[in-house]
């Protein structure tokens, strides 16, 4: 393997592993503080628990979150210093941004909001949870900036062959920029959601707190359903608008290898990848495929054999097809997936009318395991919008084989790579662990009211 | 050239001095609280005083990454590409501190709770440590080409100068940490933590004195120290007598200052330079020729300037409001219930 290789499996792998953690934090902590806004307007026990419950959950991800947070700020430095080197003054920017706007906001208020409980007004304390969300969302925001300047870059002019930031509003106007990050809040509240879901049915399943967790699963049910139904919309709409600035990325994730017009979409295939243009494609539904990529009925989708050639034309010889198998099965896995979510979240709704949400095992039993779903999709959605940029790692600017540090050793990736496996081995496990744990764990019983002026620090570590 | 590029030198080393007088002392305690808490319930007093507050500290090193990244890409580039392996040790350092906090307390197990007292404990040494070196070899200068490209080994990343950095800040942090908690406890972890200042005190103060010398004659031919490594060996004394005075407050200021302006006796030692070349004077990566755009750095400057007073702000009331010292009888099993157990 060469240096690029094993730095592109790295950066993969560190951040995959990351956004395991990140929905399921920006997602539950919404959901605590709406937890926590229902008790404190309706001062009703169950809130008060259940803002106790699913906070803790929340603190065990936000954890992880910072520490592999540390790893993503510090990574395109170690292993990418070509590419910090270029694009710095643009990409740069964001990121900073994102550490002084977001990460201060969220981690002290976190602080607050944990440690804060006998020490806050209701209503100061009430608000803390909302900054730690605000944080979240804001983080998400300009990291959504970044990226999506990598798949689309503009605001910037050309000096001496390296771009240079001269718009900064241009980041956060960007077409890509504002569906992506739409897309990544909503595949967020799925998370949160589903996670929210799923414990509440386990342990409903297990007859605990029936009138309590009831609660908690219905507010998950009303927020997955409508967040589903738009991350899915939204998704389509952004296959559309990288359909135009990334022709490669939608062509290759139907392995459309000639021009159609209209194009059809293949619900399954057998064989294909990059070197086997006539995969036998399977369930053909005619005049999808120009759908999804431009919103037309007839809509013309470039295959990738044109498009490579027009790319040569342009940048240059090489190979500037992106791994066509990745891109086919990861947007399949991610909407089909988003379909299975849907129409399970649907079931918990009309078990809901049907007043049968608490007894109705069988749906309990599937919304434990559906909260596997959201991540994979969120993996998937990954892999879609990052492999499909390749061989760029910024679209038609920079190739990602040219981003390395060009002194590194290659037995320095392959001992970093080595190492955060191996921690991330750890830390995952150390996670699951404990959120089994804590979602299994039964209720706490609230305290009386009398006691939140009682001495007693806060207890946590 | 915009003076904008001495400003964000300066607010980079702000960002860095920050960090190191705010996660200093979590450092300390997080070193400490194994010998100032004797049991679980002292262990976790002695955490617990930072319990809210460290995430928000380490922030500070998050944020000083990404504005380099963002003000010097060239010297964000270089030098975390030379630290590439010192940078996963320094992850990895954090990564189990980070952890230990968080889920030391949420397993009532003793194998459990002392493996994460292990983590901390290396964890809080070694963080530190490694930060200093690098930190330290900016100054002393490392193997770099005219393109900017480290060209060492990572045994040449072990300068003796760097390597008594990395120990001067751990002995710093150590009495930090522990002024830090004599401040914020009652009791007996009081008058341990007052007890360990004391036992430590000497050697920090030796230790500052040497690493003011060492970075002077580093960076100068000048025969007088310059104000910030006068007021780094004045603070470290006075921090000295003041931690035998069992002046808890005084001494705390004390270290603070210390340890501020041992970091900013580094990075004043630096301008212009930003890392220094060890293979040629000429390669020096300066705060000039690792500049990010104009644009870039008026727009950061716009954002920070707006965004570091809140943060301070909030970040201050913040340790207002956990202002109250912690005892370790709040910790003792058979203390009322906690309101919230993690």
Redesign the interface.
Same mark, same amino acid.
């Given at each position: 393997m060469t240096n690029v290789d094993l730095a592109r499996w790295q950066f993969a792998f560190v951040t995959i592993n990351h956004f395991f953690f990140v929905p399921v934090t920006i997602g539950l902590a919404f959901l605590t503080a709406l937890l926590q806004t229902a008790w404190y307007r309706t001062k009703r026990d169950e809130y008060l628990r259940l803002t106790?419950f699913f906070?803790?959950l929340l603190?065990?991800n936000v %954890?992880?979150g910072?520490?592999?947070?540390?790893?993503q700020?510090?990574q395109?430095?170690?292993?990418w210093?070509?590419y910090?080197?270029?694009?710095?003054?643009?990409?740069?920017?964001p990121?900073?941004?994102?550490?002084? %706007?977001a990460?201060?906001?969220e981690?002290?208020?976190?602080?607050?909001w944990?440690?804060?409980?006998?020490?806050?007004p209701r209503l100061i304390h009430l608000l803390t949870i909302w900054a730690v969300s605000l944080g979240t969302v804001l983080s998400a925001l300009f990291i959504m900036a970044a990226n999506s300047w990598m798949q689309h870059p503009l605001g910037f002019v050309m000096?001496h062959g390296k771009p240079?930031?001269?718009d900064?509003w241009a980041l956060f106007t960007n077409p890509v920029f504002l569906w992506a990050y739409a897309k990544v809040l909503l595949a967020s509240l799925v998370t949160g959601a589903a996670v929210m879901l799923a414990v509440s049915a386990w342990q409903l399943r297990h007859g605990r707190d029936r009138d309590v967790f009831v609660r908690s699963a219905r507010m998950a049910l009303i927020v997955l359903v409508p967040a589903i139904l738009f991350t899915l919309l939204v998704g389509d709409e952004l296959g559309v608008i990288e359909a135009r600035y990334q022709p490669m990325k939608i062509a290759a994730a139907e392995a459309q290898w000639k021009t159609c017009q209209p194009c059809s979409f293949s619900l399954f295939q057998i064989g294909g990848g990059n070197n086997d243009h006539t995969p036998t494609q399977i369930l053909e539904i005619p005049h999808l495929l120009s759908l999804l990529a431009t919103n037309h009925w007839n809509g013309k989708v470039i295959g990738l054999t044109p498009l490579q050639h027009q790319y040569t034309a342009k940048y240059g010889p090489g190979y500037y097809v992106p791994n066509v198998f990745i891109q086919y099965w990861s947007m399949r896995a991610m909407a089909y997936l988003g379909v299975v979510v849907l129409l399970i979240g649907v079931w918990g709704l009309w078990l809901i009318r049907r007043k049968k949400l608490a007894t109705s095992r069988r749906f309990l039993w599937v919304a434990v395991w559906a909260a596997v779903l959201p991540f994979l999709m969120n993996t998937g959605g990954w892999l879609l919008t990052e492999s499909g940029r390749q061989p760029w790692v910024v679209q038609g600017i920079m190739l990602t084989k040219n981003g390395i540090?060009?002194?590194?050793p290659t037995t320095?990736?392959a001992?970093?790579l080595g *190492?955060?496996v191996a921690?991330y081995a750890v830390?995952a496990t *150390?996670d699951l662990l404990?959120m089994l744990?804590?979602s299994r764990r039964p209720l +706490?019983p609230a305290?009386a009211d009398a006691?939140y002026d009682?001495p007693?620090? %806060?207890?946590?570590? | 050239m915009s003076s904008l590029v001495p400003f964000w030198f300066i607010v980079i080393a702000f960002l860095w001095t920050g960090f190191f007088i705010l996660e200093g002392f979590d450092f300390g305690v997080g070193m400490l609280h194994d010998l100032v808490g004797t049991d679980d319930a002292g262990r976790?007093a002695a955490?617990?005083t930072i319990?809210?507050?460290w995430?928000?500290n380490?922030?500070w090193?998050?944020?000083a990454?990404?504005?380099m990244?963002? %003000?010097?890409?060239?010297w964000?580039?270089?030098?975390?590409?030379a630290?590439?392996?010192a940078?996963?040790l320094i992850?990895?350092a954090?990564?189990a501190r980070?952890?230990a906090?968080?889920?030391?307390?949420?397993?009532d197990a003793v194998r459990w709770r002392r493996s994460w007292d292990v983590a901390l404990i290396a964890g809080s040494f070694l963080a530190p440590l490694l930060i200093g070196v690098a930190l330290g070899d900016l100054l002393h200068g490392l193997p770099i080409?005219s393109?900017?490209?480290?060209?060492g080994s990572?045994w040449e990343l072990l300068q003796p100068y760097g390597i008594f950095t990395g120990v001067t800040l751990v002995l710093v942090s150590a009495l930090h940490g522990a002024t830090f908690l004599s401040l914020k406890t009652t009791g007996e972890l009081h008058e341990r933590a007052g007890l360990l200042a004391r036992r430590v005190a000497p050697f920090t103060g030796a230790l500052v004195v040497g690493f003011i010398i060492w970075t002077h004659v580093t960076h100068t031919n000048a025969f007088f120290l310059n104000t910030i490594e006068l007021l780094a060996i004045l603070a470290a004394l006075a921090a000295v007598w003041l931690v035998y005075e069992r002046r808890a407050g005084f001494a705390f200021a004390a270290t603070t200052v210390t340890i501020a302006s041992c970091i900013v006796s580094i990075f004043v030692g630096l301008y212009p330079s930003v890392m220094v070349s060890s293979t040629n004077a000429a390669f020096d990566l300066t705060a000039r020729n690792t500049a990010?755009?104009p644009?870039?750095l008026k727009?950061?400057s716009v954002?920070?300037l707006i965004?570091?007073p809140l943060?301070l702000a909030? +970040?201050a009331w913040?340790y207002y *409001?956990?202002r109250?010292r912690?005892s370790r009888s709040?910790?003792q099993p058979n203390?009322?219930?906690?309101?919230?157990?993690?």
């Open positions: 106790k906070g803790t603190v065990i %954890a992880i910072v520490v592999t947070g540390l790893v700020e510090f395109f430095g170690m292993d210093g070509a910090s080197r270029l694009v710095g003054n643009i990409f740069g920017a990121l900073a941004m994102e550490g002084l %706007a990460f201060f906001l981690s002290t208020f976190l602080g607050l944990l440690f804060g409980w006998d020490k806050l000096v240079q930031l001269n900064i540090s060009p002194s590194l320095w990736i001992i970093s *190492v955060f921690v830390i *150390v404990l744990k804590y +706490q305290r006691d009682a007693v620090p %806060a207890v946590q570590y | 976790r955490i617990n319990g809210p507050l995430d928000g380490e922030v090193l998050i944020v990454g990404a504005s990244f963002a %003000a010097f890409p060239g964000y580039a270089t030098m975390f590409s630290f590439n392996l940078l996963v992850l990895v954090l990564i980070g952890l906090f968080e889920y030391r307390g949420k397993r080409d393109a900017q490209n480290y060209t990572f990010s755009a644009y870039t727009v950061m954002v920070a965004l570091l943060v909030y +970040q913040s *409001v956990f109250r912690v709040d910790f203390a009322s219930p906690a309101p919230q157990s993690r």
